[in-house]
């Protein structure tokens, strides 16, 4: 598939890249690796299994600021032969290129691009209340993530009845923040982050937000934002699974 090619010259500091015209996501694969096109800027590489997993909020946010991102896709085969596990800091995925910081761990990830981005709060109280968001975010992520993989056959009803508990708080937190953000004024990593598991929340159950208007319109506030609608919309995006083993 060809593609338009802008000039190389800067605008605004930063290097124009090759795009599709008119179109905001371009998908480019060839064997294990998918280039993903979300705009101009420098790209950052994502080297990750093909599945939504812990990179979702990631690509979100990414595309929401009009990142360049390319992904490096690792097939579970070549992953159980180690040599790219061997490779990684901790044993793990997913690892985030950006000129020559490498990262891995995706909270981490998120960080950083938050930083890089006017995405963590306009001073140190909101970065601080924002960490604090995101652990929480987290905590849930992780009662998630054992569900999915540890106890989805027997444990999957109780998950459900008891999440009502788990949402409350942050619907209260977003009813009273009259942004509709969890923090401050403006979107943050924090942010992505929820929105990213409250849409696999909802596959899981999806009543689940019906009690909760507040988050529920957190989710149709974000999902419109045009970037993101755009890479929700994405065809390539939609078929990823969500999770490794494939249940969700």
Known sequence: MGRERDSTKTEGGFIKEPRVARTPLHFRRSACTVEIYYYTMAPYTLTYFAVKGRCGALKMMLADYGQELKENLVTFDEWGKGEIKASCLFGQLPK???????LFQS???????GRKHGAYGKNDCEASLI???????????????????????????????????????????????????????????????LFDLLLNLKVLSPTCLDSFPALKSFVEKTSARPKVKALLENDDFKKLPINGNGKQ
């Open 131 to 193: 960490d604090m968001m995101n652990d929480s975010v987290e905590d849930l992520r992780l009662k998630y993530i054992k569900l999915i993989y540890q106890e989805y056959d027997t444990g999957k009803e109780a998950f459900i009845k008891d999440l009502a508990n788990h949402l409350k708080p942050f619907d209260a937190i977003l009813a009273k923040n009259k942004s509709g953000f969890l923090v401050g004024d403006k979107i943050s990593f924090a942010d992505f982050n």
């Open 96 to 102: 985030l290129q950006d000129g020559d910081l490498v």
């Open 107 to 113: 909270n981490a990830m998120l960080r950083h691009v």
